[in-house]
């Protein structure tokens, strides 16, 4: 079962985009030079253009990535982590501690999550740090579902009942057994919420409630609208950005769908040769 | 009767939760709501006069102790008591009422057209998931997936309206427009967000049939005869319904505060803009009243995916978890 | 099935079939389809109004102060406060007499009286927060006779006549009986004695209407009818008016940005008023009571750092000029004569090394004298997305000089919460209005004085002596030389750097109306303005 063309093509958007962010180091010079007057149109010296402060589009474009990936990966990083931890708690324990859980998790899930994001934002200050705590707070739910049912069936297979039988500790199941077969499915939930933690961060800043220190695409998708890009018709300042959200999204969905098939059909065959 | 009340228990408690929470969270941000009571040129100057501001800090009952203050919320909010508008010096309730409607006249159709559509077309490419018009269509909806829809409406604005001059530049109808005039505000906002919605239920309905297709039954219905995918609604249909159901109840939950990012490019005068608008002003009663709607909207929808997913199969009582 | 698909196809045709009706409509000349017989003056802002109550809506009083109610004093072209419905006189600067001067009449026909004044003040300064501090040092109001008035102070203040400015006058007889007036949404709650009456508010569309009231003492307006549409955005509002929707554009105490200008100018219906700004656009104003920001040569230093140019190019897009030393506009009568802002890299760096703040650590960045890294804190509202990047544009040029600048962007009310109350910054950048230059002793002193507003925290003794002064004298000769002194101080010492002095840009339709006058407190929309403009059909 080796990877499909969707999953390399996913890989091959994936690497662009991370030469995307290893070009934006690169020192000052090889960037085109700050303009003086505003909204510059695409040209040799400045091939996507200024903005509305003059600098260039194309840098800030590379600069971008890092916030946006950064926060991206991190905040799915945490959110995946959570997630995973009350699933298998809440699958294998069971019980009152799986009631407790799940109540947890439908409060979460109920939770309407941008508004909630928006007002986490605005509490906490706009920082790098709290856009990351805020997303990862408020998106496991749906991991810990799946998590859940994955760690129901394998508490409950022949396997692990026997191995309890013969006095196995809990913790030693935990870790030998279940983490280790969850992992797929944490794994492709991890990937598949990437996007939407990059998606996520870019509308909050947007709105103005991310990180202006730290830009990242949607800091410039921000600036384009509140700074009258639209009026004047400077495309270049927010399509190019939109793109990069949308090829980096792309990436990790394809990615992501490729684990998870891959995931279910091992998954699949493995019952079936139970 | 006995799952019911529980149920009922459990979404009150949720209600409860939300309604602290949305308590809390606005009063611990920092900065000062008088700022806005006094307005922003004469805060400054108000601060160094020291009885003065003390006086309007309880006027607005903004010293009381905390514990007072949550217990006057809680008894207002279950008697309907949603106090006025900080900023607006109207009843809070008078806004969500003019605002509200706005929002759903955008989502509620969308929504609803975007499930016809949606389901139809992933029915129709989960079925046969590997014809080629099954993978252009697969996508084209997760192209749609990635892009955010703020951006697109960016994008639609800058084309439709600013290059094409096609339609207003945002805003909302006015009382006494056309219906064409009203339609040409609409319609912008609208695709944008039927586009967002129709590709998320495709994709959805996809994975479920694809799923369901796999299930040995089906294998026996299309060795005995069946061949188009139209013949097998009955078969696809009633199984993946189920979770189906849980997922739309929840989508029209989310379409409320889904639309709010769309609502602020577009101007358009709904929910989401004023909760946004509330929360830059920390206009805690308007705060407070736009998340419990919101809050309030979600927790419905989603009891009532549980109640129909409970009626529809035996097998799922439990929140539309797909155990095997 | 065949129904799902027929739904398709039917949704299909009907947004094909409504796309093509619009686009008939919208190709359509977008003359009006009945003659109009009243000349409308459509006007389009991006102050937007919330509720039609003028004691709760901010920018709904502003609307009011200019069409439908009136104010005790008025500003002429110069800014200075002239006499409208009332002249004054004092001779110790605390007991004021105010003269009725105008017959004046309300919009239901009862007169306006000494009475009203007396009640509007009383009435205002005890039920309304922002009232209450503008009236806050009037200890009484007496009616002496039919025409005239006594207001006592409780301290001698010589900048009395800004309080005249802002009272818009209300009728006894509606509000006697309203206990709390920000709430009050009876029928007679927008009656004035303005020239226009109010007619109607629609929230949602963000529509207001005035129609003209031709028993205006001082003139029949020149236009039947105002209508006033709140956009959301800037961008909104000038399609509309490049669409003819509105005939001009209005902010408060602003223009427009000038980022919009070169899309503008390629209208060739679309002219522009532009005035040089009363208020200073932006200044970086410090801490003074915050090390080291309360050394003089700190800020001296970091007066030479900066890229006066760049500002004016970028943030102004060329509406603008470099400021002087002097902080004070060349617009006010008392204007004095300082050298002009530049940059100059070496001098800068030269004072700094001197002072100790050098990078004693090898990272590139200066450190205070003691070896401890330095970082200077900027404070930024967020919600002012032109402020932000005028900060990053600061931060550039420090960095230049290889100061270290750490952007701090708050929402407003943490904003001035840390500015006005608490104290706790290093920097930040902000603009002033005309109003708050008015104000406190005048000359922005407001903005200095560390026992008022005081962003740049000013309690230096000099500083104070003068103020004290200015407020005791009401001498106009005098007044100028002591401003002069101040422009003084203010050069030596550099309290705050103006950033750029910006102009306040107003673009109309010229081929719709004529006959705008522009007052500096107001803009383009005052009375004068509702007396003279013309609206061509």
Known sequence: MGTSRTEILGFLLLSSVFLMLIFSFLPEEYFGKKSQSPYLPPSPSNPLGTNDIGEDVLKNLLIGSRASLTIGILSALVATGIGTLIGVISGFFGGRIDEFCRSLTDLFLVIPGLPMMIVLAAYLGPSYFNVILVIGLLWWPATARIVRARAVQIANSAFVEGLIAIGAGRGYIVIKHILPNVYGVALSRFVLTVPSAIILEAGLSFIGLGDPRNPSWGTALHFALTRGALLHGAWWTFIPPGLCIAITSLAFLLIGFGIEKRYRESVKSMERSL | MMRLLKSFLKYFSLILIIVTLNFMLPRVMPGDPMVFIFGEEIYGIAVNNPELFAQFVEKYGLNLPLIEQYRIHIINFFTGDWGYSFSFGRPVFEIIAERLPFTLLLTFPATLMSLAIGIAIGLRIGWRPNRISSRITTSICLLIHSVPSYWLSMVFLLVFSLWLRFVPVGGAPRPDSTLIEAISHLILPFSVLLLFNTAYIAMIVRGLTVEVSEEEFIATAISKGLKHWKFSIRHLLRPSLPPLIFLTAIELGFTLSGALLVEIVFNWPGIGYTMLQAVVERDYPLIHATFTIVAVAVITANAIGDLLTGFLDPRVRNNGDIEN | ?537
């Open chain 3, 1 to 537: 099935m065949r129904a799902k698909k027929l739904i398709l196809f039917v949704t299909i045709f009907a947004i094909a079939g409504v796309s093509l009706a619009i686009f008939q409509e919208q190709q359509k000349p977008r003359e009006a389809i009945e003659i109009k017989q009243k000349t409308v003056l459509k006007i389009g802002t991006t102050n937007f109004v919330k509720v039609d109550n003028i004691i709760k809506d901010y920018y709904f009083s502003i609307f009011a102060a200019v069409l439908t109610h009136e104010s005790l004093a008025t500003i002429d072209e110069r800014g200075n406060i002239v006499p409208h419905l009332v002249s004054w006189y004092t001779n110790d600067s605390r007991n004021w007499t105010l003269k009725l001067i105008a017959n004046s009449t309300w919009h239901d026909g009862k007169p306006l009286t000494v009475e009203d004044i007396e009640f509007t003040i009383e009435y205002l300064k005890e039920k309304d927060p922002s009232y209450a501090v503008h009236f806050g040092f009037i200890e009484s109001v007496d009616v002496i006779d039919s025409s005239t008035l006594l207001v006592r102070l409780n301290r001698e203040w010589s900048m009395f006549p800004t309080v005249l400015l802002v009272p818009r006058l209300i009728p006894k007889h509606v509000w006697s009986k309203v206990d709390d007036p920000s709430t009050y949404s009876g029928p007679d709650r927008n009656i004035g004695s303005g020239p226009f009456i109010f007619e109607s508010f629609d929230p949602a569309s963000g529509k207001i209407r005035y129609i003209a009231n031709k028993n205006y003492w001082k003139g029949s307006p020149s236009v039947d009818e105002v209508e006033i549409t709140c956009f959301k955005t800037t961008d909104a509002m000038l399609m509309a008016l490049k669409r003819g929707d509105i005939d001009i554009t209005y902010a408060y105490a602003a223009g427009i940005d000038p980022m919009y200008v070169p899309a503008l100018l390629k209208e060739k219906n679309i002219s522009f008023i532009i005035m040089p700004n009363f208020g200073v656009d932006n200044s970086l104003w410090f801490n003074f009571q915050r090390y080291p920001y309360n050394i003089t040569e700190f800020r001296i230093a970091i007066s030479y750092a900066l890229d006066y140019e760049s500002y004016v190019n970028l943030i102004t897009a060329g509406y603008g000029r470099v400021p002087t030393r002097g902080w004070i506009p060349d617009t006010w009568w008392y204007y004095s004569e300082k050298p002009k802002l530049a940059r100059n890299i070496s001098l800068a760096t030269s004072i700094l090394e001197s002072m100790g703040f050098s990078d004693k650590d090898g990272d590139g960045w200066r450190d205070y004298p003691d070896g401890k890294p330095f970082k200077m804190g900027l404070l930024v509202r967020s919600d002012i997305p032109v402020n932000l990047r005028l900060a990053e544009l600061v931060k550039r040029d420090l960095e230049d000089v290889k100061i270290r600048v750490e952007i701090l962007p708050v929402d407003l009310s943490t904003f001035k919460t840390l500015v006005e109350r608490t104290k706790d910054y290093d920097t930040l950048i902000s603009r002033t209005t005309f109003w708050g230059m008015l104000t406190h002793a005048g000359a922005g002193t407001l903005y200095f004085d560390s026992r008022n507003m005081g962003w740049a925290n000013v309690n230096d003794a000099d500083y104070h002596k003068i103020v004290d002064e200015i407020l005791r004298t009401h001498d106009q000769s005098q007044l100028k030389e002591l401003y002069g002194k101040l422009q003084d101080l203010y050069a030596e010492k550099m309290y705050a750097i103006p950033l750029y002095w910006g102009e306040i840009i107003q673009p109309y339709r010229s081929d719709m109306i004529e006959g705008l006058i522009y007052d500096p407190m107001h803009g383009i929309l005052n009375k004068k303005t509702l007396l003279s403009v013309k609206v061509k059909q």
